[in-house]
């Protein structure tokens, strides 16, 4: 994985943020450290979830998309519909504990107006512009 992003980057990333498990720090040595002083990416671990630095984020979205694909069964195709799907729950309809209960769509000012939010956003994604 590390080793794709660094073809898709065409670089390396200059912080790698992770928790404690042992098998990101393997891969990191193995694709990211150097010795060279500089630039070198900087591996951040962290174990717990509050401080400086964490992948809360990361780790609720990752939760979010195992939990459908148990569901599914799997998700057989790189490309499957339902990856857009999640993308439109995560950020049109399910509320945020750390937006303080909103959408991150209202949080960005992104109104949807009507009895049935999902109706709403499919006929708005039909209409010509």
């Known amino acids: 994985m590390f080793k794709q992003a660094i073809a898709v980057a065409g670089k390396k990333p200059k912080t790698l943020i992770s928790d404690g498990a042992p098998n990101f720090a393997e891969a990191y040595k193995k694709e990211y450290y150097t010795t060279a ?15 400086d630095h964490n992948n809360n984020k990361m780790e609720r979205l990752n939760g979010e ?6 569901d599914m069964r799997g998700i057989k195709k790189m490309d499957s519909p339902i990856f857009k799907g999640l993308q439109q729950y995560h950020n049109f309809f399910r509320d945020h504990d750390a937006l303080e209960g909103k959408t991150p769509a209202e949080a960005a000012h992104i109104k949807i107006e009507g009895r049935n939010k999902w109706i709403t956003v499919i006929q708005n994604a039909t209409q010509e512009n």
């Open 65 to 70: 998309l195992r939990d459908r694909e148990k």
């Open 37 to 51: 002083l500089a630039p070198r990416t900087i591996h951040v671990k962290h174990i717990h979830m509050k401080g």
